[in-house]
């Protein structure tokens, strides 16, 4: 395993810009607001010597609201796994009495920390490691982590407190542990996060009965069955005219991406309320995406026989347009139905990766075109001559021939539907890509001979004396 070392401090200290400064990424949400990271965000910092495993926490404040009590156990388990813990304070703001409380937090502990006086660009810096060196941390200093200025001051001083990694290819199997990406996504207050948690086993995110919990997307490794996965919490999406906050605006840019990252997304909906306008709006996302689907309906343990009847009545009736796609009802809260919901997620992703052939894709074109032939374009029709493999995730199929261009959508879902039957492609949408050879005369005009324009000349003559 890579040594970890985490980021601790209160709120709107900078540790979501310190994490993305190095880690080089943009994986963390920032926002100048208290509070925006409730749950352990990890991340390879790589810009070292020895690379090593940072998280990044939310923030201490000391008060015991629901979800603060619930940050702060989120925060103790980072710090439990620790090898080195990082203590950010501001530089702006000066040392606060909960910054002693958080320091003797981690002393208590026994491991090195480090102290990170942040947002110290355009001030004395001199001025303000004196005012924190009361605080008694030898191992102190400035750092401006949205310029990431004095970062090679702060990386030299953690490489050495550094455990020794146990296994040299430490570093290579984390970056192959990542397996099938799967996102949760869903409305605010469906069950993902609990989902989550239950999936691990632990309570690896915050669950709250309060909407909007998660903020932002928490990339989770789970293993299963000798299978790997990587599980995307992501924030819950309402409608556009809802969203106010600039923050819930880039909590919605974030899910968007890690519907673009994932391979499998699992649309979750609550099954007592049914299949709303934003669940819709969620899966013709994940379309235009071309990725994997699961619809997944949860909170079904609450419902009696008759609201159960009436949501499968209304999911079969509004999920037609995506009946390839597996739905599975289970409890979240209660962990019935999860092997299901596995199982499809498998399916899905085996789907999604399926490699085709050339000469299968234009026999089974052949037995399609054989069976239904494509209706008349301008009383001509199509033809269809051979299909070749466009890519994956989704499958993708283009097929060659003339007056492609005018073919019926009705005829291209029948090949799509054709496709899916032969080779059992469930939980995938399927891209067919129709391609027609150019025609080498178009733009050419025939220019005629001296002899060709006499026959021409004596024909009118004959045409108009007839």
Not at 248 to 254: G, P, R, T, Y
Not at 417 to 430: H, M, Q
Request: charged share 30%.
């Amino acid at each position: 395993m890579l040594p970890v070392v985490a980021l601790v401090g209160r709120p709107n200290v900078g540790k979501s810009t310190l994490f993305n400064a190095l880690t080089r990424s943009r994986d963390a949400l920032v926002a100048d607001l208290p509070g925006v990271t409730r749950d352990r965000h990890y991340g390879v910092c790589r810009l070292g010597a020895r690379p090593f495993v940072l998280v990044d926490t939310g923030g201490l404040s000391g008060a015991r609201v629901d979800i603060d009590e619930l940050t702060e156990k989120q925060v103790q388990r980072a710090i439990e796994e620790a090898g080195i813990c990082v203590l950010l304070v501001d530089a702006r703001e000066g040392l606060l009495p909960q910054d002693r409380v958080i320091l003797d937090r981690l002393r208590r502990t026994g491991k090195p920390v480090l102290l990170a006086v942040n947002k110290t660009d355009g001030i004395d810096a001199q001025a303000a490691l004196a005012e924190f060196a009361s605080l008694g941390v030898a191992a102190t200093f400035a750092i401006a982590a949205a310029h990431a200025r004095g970062l090679d001051a702060l990386l030299a001083a953690t490489l050495p407190l550094l455990p020794p990694d146990a296994d040299e290819g430490a570093l290579a199997e984390h970056d192959e542990a990542g397996g099938t990406r799967v996102a949760i996504v869903g409305r605010p207050n469906v069950g993902k996060s609990t989902l989550v948690n239950r999936l691990l086993g632990e309570e690896r995110v915050v669950v709250s009965d309060i909407a909007g919990t998660t903020r932002d997307s928490i990339h989770v490794p789970l293993e299963r069955d000798g299978k790997r996965y990587t599980l995307i919490d992501t924030a819950g999406v309402r409608r556009r005219g809802r969203v106010e906050d600039a923050l819930e605006k880039f909590s919605v840019i974030k899910t968007l991406q890690s519907i673009a990252a994932a391979e499998v997304v699992a649309v979750m909906l609550d099954a007592g309320e049914g299949v709303t306008d934003q669940d819709l709006a969620l899966i013709g996302q994940v379309l235009d995406a071309g990725r994997a689907l699961v619809i997944v309906a949860n909170k079904w343990d609450g419902l009696e026989q008759y609201d159960r009847e009436r949501c499968k009545a209304g999911l079969e009736r509004k999920l037609d347009f995506v009946a390839w796609a597996r739905v599975v009802f289970l409890s979240a809260k209660h962990g019935s139905g999860l092997r299901e919901l596995m199982r499809a997620i498998d399916r899905a992703g085996v789907a999604a990766s399926r490699e085709l052939g050339t000469s299968d894709l234009t026999r089974a074109l052949e037995k399609a075109v054989a069976a239904h032939q494509p209706p008349l374009v301008r009383g001509h029709s199509p033809k269809l001559r051979f299909a070749h493999p466009g890519g994956d995730h989704p499958p993708t199929i283009v097929i060659h021939g003339s007056r492609t261009k005018h073919i019926a959508d009705s005829y291209r879902r029948y090949l799509e539907n054709f496709f899916r039957k032969r080779y059992k492609l469930e939980g995938t949408p399927i891209r067919i890509e129709f391609r027609e050879g150019e025609n080498p005369y178009a733009g050419k005009r025939n220019v005629l001979t001296e002899s060709q324009q006499r026959k021409r000349r004596r024909m009118m003559r004959h045409v108009r004396g007839r």
